[in-house]
């Protein structure tokens, strides 16, 4: 079958320099070798990360590594900030896990507001709050910076923040910000297959977790805290994806993270000036779109053009190319494209060309 390349929110095109690195031949998880390969890009992903703590690898989803910092840090009542599908879901894990929970829900297409929070956390009922930085489902990148200002009001409430399709692709200086945990899933703007998370844990995070008497087995960040000290995760790990993302942050280096943050950007400015040409609007708020995908409105957003969603989707397929149709309850009035991972101005001019001939059989 001819390859469809995938333009979709997740997973994203892989490089052939990434996958021969993901089939490397095969080590012990618990010899040297692997020590050895943990600790190569261990500097690696604390300089992604602008962060001095130890940066952990967990074989499992985002979704795995979310629903361990629910368990790890919540104790009281945690406050879900919700803006989209993926971040709406959180109130659903929050309450799955047993703990008491309580939605901060924003109409979809609106940023989460640090302003909102305050209010929430001054009742002094939390001691945990979980924001999905970069929502999927509508494009919204909500303000990081001015809800992580928002810490040193409230240190003793575990700021936990999703950057699954925002990490790599802006920056995230994690000690600046002054959270708690910061994490991502390889299967977005790092442009790897999906099965790996990759994650940070603030000290005030980890002596929290240390307390926590159901914080269960596969995510204890306890373990995860002193198995990256040894160079070594908690339990087995993929270790193709950890060659993988060896070869990946290489790539990032190799290119400079300034330059990475600036490709991303233009890539987007790309998608966005397509959009604008054929008479769509944007779905998020004005400026608060996402930099790694666009979310384009399709009736959603009064005044734009209104086309068959399936159609355009099929059309653009015929032509190699795979975007996405809207997620959830703004299927078909929305359709996304993303730009993130290894996409360059090249390859999204041959993505938008293509794009350009569908709307023509429209």
Known sequence: ???????????????EKTFKAFCSPMIGHRGQGFKDLYAKIQPQLQ?????????????????????GAIRNLVQK?????????FSDKWFDVSKKCGKQAEALQVEWGSPIRAEAIDKKLATGEFDALTVIHNETSTGVMSPLTEIAALKKKYPGVMFIVDAVSSMTAVPLPFDELGIDVLLAGTQK?????PGLAVFAASPAALAKAATAKDRGYYFDFVEFQKNAGQSMTPSTPSIGHVFALSSKLDDFFAEGLQNRYARHRQTNKMVHEWAAKHGFNLF?????ESVTLTCVSNG???????????????????????????????????????NMGDETEATMTTLLAAMDEAMTQL
């Open 300 to 338: 959603a957003r009064p005044g734009g053009r209104t086309v068959d969603v399936a159609k355009l989707q099929k059309l653009v397929k015929d032509r190699g190319f795979l975007i996405d149709g809207g997620y959830g309850k703004i299927k078909g009035t929305t359709f996304r494209v993303s």
């Open 284 to 288: 998020p708020e004005k400026g608060f």
């Open 189 to 193: 703007a790092f442009a790897l297959p």
């Open 47 to 67: 300089t992604l990360l602008s962060t001095k703590q130890l940066v952990y690898l967990s074989t499992s989803s985002a979704w795995g590594v979310m629903e």
């Open 1 to 15: 079958m001819a390859h469809i390349k995938l333009h979709i929110p997740g997973p994203v095109e892989v490089s």
């Open 77 to 85: 009542k945690v406050l879900n900030c919700m803006c989209g599908a």
